[in-house]
């Protein structure tokens, strides 16, 4: 059965733990607009990017791309999504520079929640 999630349902804040153990936040806005973080990194301009989602089947794929950093404004994150829940999808994802887009999921993908409070 699939998950009840929506494309939509991804618009705030969600927060996941990479394999390395730090903390990484999401914050999608409704206006196409993705705030990318990692715990203890330094940003010396704010980590924005522009993010489209398509709700393909086994997984959804996500492109961000068009960040802020200049040093990585080239560069889309190819990434495929799935749905957990409503409230948690896991996602891994390629920089475009590095190769293609995941065709499934290993080690490296984070599970991402999101606080409804």
Do not use: C
């Amino acid at each position: 059965m699939k998950p009840t999630m929506e494309p939509s349902d991804l618009i705030g804040e969600w927060r996941g733990k990479a394999p390395n153990g730090k903390n990484v936040t999401l914050v999608f806005d409704a206006y196409g607009s993705v705030l990318w973080t990692v715990e203890s990194e330094q940003y010396e301009v704010e980590p924005w990017a522009r993010y489209v989602v398509r709700t393909t089947w086994p997984y959804w794929e996500i492109d961000i791309f068009d960040f802020a950093r200049l040093a990585i404004r080239d560069i889309t994150f190819l990434g495929i999504l799935q749905p957990l829940a409503k409230n948690e999808f896991k996602m891994q994802g390629t920089p475009s520079n590095h190769g293609g887009r995941p065709i499934d999921f290993d080690g490296e993908a984070i599970v991402f929640a999101k606080d409804n409070a």
